[in-house]
């Protein structure tokens, strides 16, 4: 049920074709209808992985996607992979302090939640 009974705003091009894009945010309306469809393009078109600003959503594909874990593909994430766990592993102690967690790439992965797939295919 939407409010007032009235539809959301779609995300169209200039055309007026249904928008969609690889971050969320960029999207010129972002709510749960708009959300839906872009899953729904994305996955259609063989890509499992999208975002929101800073968040990664992975949908599973269901099926092998050839090139997406390749040797080429798994060195251009891998470093972006670990910039980001790296500024996640910073955490403020109870004193005000950082907290540096120096850590193998494994650990790093561990601490924030990340599947085992996940760093194995990128280090």
Known sequence: DY??????????????????KRDMADLPFLHEAAILFNLKERHAEGQP??????????????????????????????????????????DDDDEGKKEDVLATFGSLYDKLGFDPHVYETSS
């Not at 409010?3 to 969609?20: A, F, H, S, T, Y």
């Open 3 to 20: 409010v007032g009974g009235e539809l959301p705003l779609q995300n169209l091009d200039r055309k007026g074709k249904l928008l969609g």
């Open 49 to 90: 992985y999208t975002r929101v600003g800073d968040i990664v959503v992975a949908m599973n594909p269901c099926q092998w996607i050839t090139g997406l874990y390749s040797e080429e593909k798994r060195n251009v994430y891998a470093d972006f992979l670990i910039w980001t766990a790296e500024e996640g592993a910073e």
